[in-house]
């Protein structure tokens, strides 16, 4: 059964960080891309971030360029959201997904791509 497990959410002021973990079971996790999404209230699930099985390749949702970076560590099945420069407009619970990796990493922007979600993490950032 696979598991995609989110932590390292919670509350922080503007300006602040935060880095979100998502750890995978049940899967060769090495064999899929992995993404980060998230939903505000009241809002449609958005992109933000993804990276490729090997972490050689990542993309970016344009609203978090420069701000966000997107890792994985493949020996510990975990990938990474590192959150800096956080905006009260970052308020959203975060996703992460997984998919099985077959193409360019331009082909995991929408969250119909993906199979594997977690349950979420939330990330509240005060004003």
């Known amino acids: 059964q696979v598991q995609l497990v989110e932590s390292g959410g919670g509350l922080v002021q503007a300006g602040g960080s935060l880095r979100l973990s998502c750890a995978a079971s049940g899967l060769t996790f090495s064999n899929y891309a992995m993404g980060w999404f998230r939903q505000a209230p009241g809002k449609e699930r958005e992109f933000v971030a993804a990276i490729s099985w090997s972490g050689g390749s990542t993309y970016y949702a344009d609203s978090v360029k420069g701000r966000f970076t997107i890792s994985r560590d493949n020996a510990k099945n975990t990938v990474y959201l590192e959150m800096n420069g956080l905006k009260p407009e970052n308020t959203a619970v975060y996703y992460c997904?997984?998919?099985?990796?077959?193409?360019?990493?331009?082909?995991?922007?929408?969250?119909?791509?993906?199979?594997?979600w977690g349950q979420g993490t939330q990330v509240t950032v005060s004003s």
């Open positions: 997904a997984g998919a099985r990796w077959k193409s360019s990493i331009s082909y995991y922007v929408t969250a119909d791509r993906y199979t594997y």
